[in-house]
């Protein structure tokens, strides 16, 4: 996680990347193809009490291959019965939010200077119902 985009941009240390996956309420899913490969933070009440992605990440050498696309639709399963739900992504992460768009989420929000002077975190929204 902190090897890769955005906490590298950021600057996060590999000590402040395991306090996000720490979270209270969140859970951590991994996804495994005989070692990790990615994993997803999802948290039920993580955005105005609204499900929230917290975090999508892939391994760099596996990306490409679906499995972010599978992440997104189990925290999408995982979340079935809800109206929405959101998640954030950093302005200069550009492949990120293309990914996003793709999948049918939507920009409804913008954070400036969230994390980081000079960076917005945009917030978007799928409506699952």
């Not at 809800?82 to 950093?90: A, E, G, I, K």
Request: overall charge positive; hydrophobic content about 45%.
């Amino acid at each position: 996680m902190a090897s890769t985009d955005p906490w590298l941009t950021y600057k996060f240390s590999v000590e402040t990347c395991m306090g996000i996956l720490r979270w209270p309420g969140s859970t951590l899913f991994i996804a495994k193809a005989g070692d990790p490969v990615g994993f997803l933070l999802l948290h039920p009440r993580g955005f105005l009490g609204c499900p929230y992605i917290a975090v999508v990440a892939v391994v760099a050498n596996f990306r490409s291959r679906g499995i972010g696309a599978q992440l997104l639709e189990f925290a999408e399963a995982h979340f079935a019965g809800s109206r929405h739900v959101y998640l954030c992504v950093s302005s200069f992460n550009v492949r990120a939010l293309r990914f996003y768009e793709l999948h049918g989420y939507a920009k409804v929000g913008e954070l400036r200077d969230f994390i980081a002077d000079g960076f917005s975190e945009l917030v978007m929204q799928k409506r699952l119902l």
